[in-house]
């Protein structure tokens, strides 16, 4: 990988800025027959809590026009496994240059600290911070959705941990520049967008909802669009790096999200239907840069003002 492809984020370099969306590609280790993850800027991890979470009833996954909803939950078998289990062998793929993200998802603000401080002797070189779960305490409203909140559970997350923190945002609210600034004013290093959009289908035959949560995330192209103009929002409300993405299936996609501000891009529900979908969009970035004559990847960020 040359170097005109690397990108940094809140301090830590990528040899690319092509990494995986949480939740849509496991620990890493269920697409490693496909291709080489060392290809790959970074592997984010499926989020990970406290204790272990069975997530919501079925049918969790409903396919949509141009997307799909899901409605899983966060399931994960909690922080211990997944350090015992999941930690050594994301290792192997940092020594060999792709940087490891860590999601991390709670219930409580106690919930994110604990989380983050079982990590922070740990081979993880980020953490990105689920801010679109339910906080129990506060009547299941999500931290991400409310800006006080917000700014509070990031300044929790970032006094605890010892990793750059990116603070991941969710789409579900009015102005997505008011919940950026508040990540930063918190202290967070980065935030990423766009978290799933909240969607509902209906089995107009049988009469019933197609999830048994009712509602659930849409993701996949039919929401890059949105995706575009909210990272593009947030890149010029804030002074920190912004990850972009939502519905990303091409390096043109990629490379727009990069142009409206997104310092690096991440890949989730193409990566279903198309398991190599990342290394092939690299190329795609790459053939880009050559057909345009552009030095470095770092050139297109922001680029359209």
Not at 146 to 175: G, H, S
Not at 221 to 229: K, L, N, Q, T, Y
Request: with cysteine; proline share 6%; net charge negative.
């Amino acid at each position: 990988m040359s170097e005109r492809m690397e990108v940094t984020v809140a301090g830590v370099t990528l040899k690319n800025p092509v990494m995986s969306a949480s939740g849509t590609f496991g620990n890493g280790q269920e697409y490693a027959e496909f291709f080489d993850l060392a290809k790959l800027g970074a592997v984010v991890t499926k989020g990970v809590s406290l204790t272990p979470w069975e997530g919501n009833p079925t049918p969790r996954v409903a396919e949509t026009p141009s997307g799909m909803l899901n409605a899983i939950g966060l399931q994960n078998p909690g922080i211990d496994v997944f350090i015992e289990r999941e930690l050594p062998k994301l290792r192997e793929v940092r020594e060999a240059g792709t940087r490891i993200i860590v999601n991390v998802c709670g219930h409580s603000v106690e919930e994110y600290v604990g989380v983050i401080r079982r990590l922070a002797d740990e081979p993880v070189d980020l953490l990105e911070i689920n801010v679109s779960c339910p906080n129990v305490k506060e009547g299941a409203i999500a931290f991400g959705q409310d800006p006080e909140m917000l700014r509070d559970v990031t300044k929790a997350c970032k006094n605890a941990a010892k990793q750059p923190v990116i603070m991941k945002l969710t789409p579900n609210v009015t102005d997505i520049r008011v919940l950026a600034r508040a990540a930063e004013e918190g202290g967070a290093d980065a935030v990423s967008l766009i978290n799933t959009l909240t969607g509902m289908k209906i089995d107009v035959e049988r009469r019933k909802f197609l999830l048994a949560n009712r509602t659930g995330g849409l993701s996949g192209p039919a929401i890059h669009p949105v995706a575009v103009r909210m990272v593009y929002e947030a890149a010029h409300a804030v002074r920190i790096p912004v990850i972009g993405m939502g519905g990303i299936a091409s390096g043109t996609d990629a490379i727009e999200m990069m142009l409206a501000g997104a310092a690096a891009v991440a890949v989730g529900t193409a990566t279903l239907h198309e398991p190599a979908a990342m290394p092939r969009i690299i190329g795609e970035m790459e053939a880009y840069l050559d057909r345009h004559g552009i030095a470095s990847v770092r050139e297109l960020i922001g680029a359209v003002g």
